[in-house]
């Protein structure tokens, strides 16, 4: 672990996130595929496990959110709270030659995300906040600041989930002035990773998820200029005391206004 490591909360997020995919990595490669029970489950708790030990030795006073662990209400009354998914889109870690499958550490500290890193350990980078340029790439071929590109005119490309995409995003599409293809993909972390790296202009997310599902990731796209808000436009806000967080508009600013219209008149059971 690099000493900045120990004073710089964006280095170890990255750092922790990176090392935990390093861990996943081992775990797929020895497990193997024949059995996506027996792997899934040694994934979460691997990852998780090392996660857990790293933060406790690293922040010993800070209190963890974690899918995995017992969520202890002591988070409550905490100033800094890192909330994370060792391993968001667990089903495509599980299905052999995927690569959307990520690792979310996020610092939640006094009513903001502080810190986050998303690692994409099957496809070699993570991206990260950074106290340098505010969000950046890391990979084998070195560190880039990331800012998410802006949407071509007339084309919106949408990332959705694999499996239970929005009930509205279909008739959404069908009504918004522009080229709108929907693009499946695993994993939220690994969603608004396409929207930053430019291979999707958006990602829509509507009927569950919790906040360790997004938050890593959202840090990182606000620290990148993206928009990340709820799909009613309201901020997205963390460490409640239910974590249930079940929406999330991703996108960049130029295409946020539209695509928040467009929800708004499809859409009939928007929160709040
Ligand atoms: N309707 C829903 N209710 C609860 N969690 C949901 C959900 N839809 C997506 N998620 C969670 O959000 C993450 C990304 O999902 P998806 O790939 O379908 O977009 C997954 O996290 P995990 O893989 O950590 O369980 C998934 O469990
Ligand atoms: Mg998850």
């Given at each position: 672990m690099a000493p900045l490591a120990e004073t710089d909360d964006h280095v170890l997020a990255?750092?922790?996130?990176?090392?935990a995919g390093e861990v996943l990595l081992g775990i797929r490669a020895r497990v193997g595929h024949a059995d996506g029970r027996a792997l899934k489950d040694a994934g979460d708790q691997g990852s998780h496990e090392f996660l857990m030990a790293e933060l406790a030795a690293r922040r010993p006073d800070d209190a963890v959110l974690s899918e995995e662990g017992k969520d202890d209400p002591v988070r409550l009354e905490s100033e800094r709270?890192?909330?994370?998914d060792p391993l968001d889109g667990t089903r495509e870690f599980s299905e052999e030659g995927r690569t959307d499958w990520a690792v979310h550490v996020?610092?939640?500290?006094?009513?903001?995300l502080a810190a986050g890193a998303v690692a994409l350990p099957a496809q070699g980078r993570t991206l990260h906040t950074s106290s340098g340029p505010p969000a950046v790439v890391t990979s084998g071929d070195g560190r880039r600041p990331l800012e998410v590109p802006a949407p071509e005119p007339g084309r919106l490309r949408i990332a959705v989930s694999r499996t239970r995409p929005?009930?509205?995003v279909q008739k959404m599409a069908e009504i918004l002035d522009a080229e709108v293809e929907l693009v499946p993909i695993g994993s939220a972390g690994a969603k608004i990773?396409?929207?930053l790296l430019g291979d999707v202009d958006a990602y829509v997310h509507a009927g569950g998820q919790y906040e360790w599902d997004n938050a890593a990731p959202a840090a990182v796209a606000l620290a990148a200029g993206a928009h990340a808000s709820r799909i009613?436009?309201?901020?997205?806000?963390?460490?409640?005391?239910d974590p249930l967080l079940p929406d999330i508009l991703v996108c960049h600013p130029l295409s946020a206004p539209m695509v928040l219209a467009g929800?708004?008149?499809v859409a009939h059971d928007l929160p709040g």
């Open positions: 990255a750092e922790l996130a990176a090392a709270v890192w909330i994370v996020a610092l939640w500290e006094r009513g903001r929005p009930q509205f990773a396409a929207v009613d436009g309201a901020p997205l806000t963390y460490n409640g005391k929800i708004r008149d």
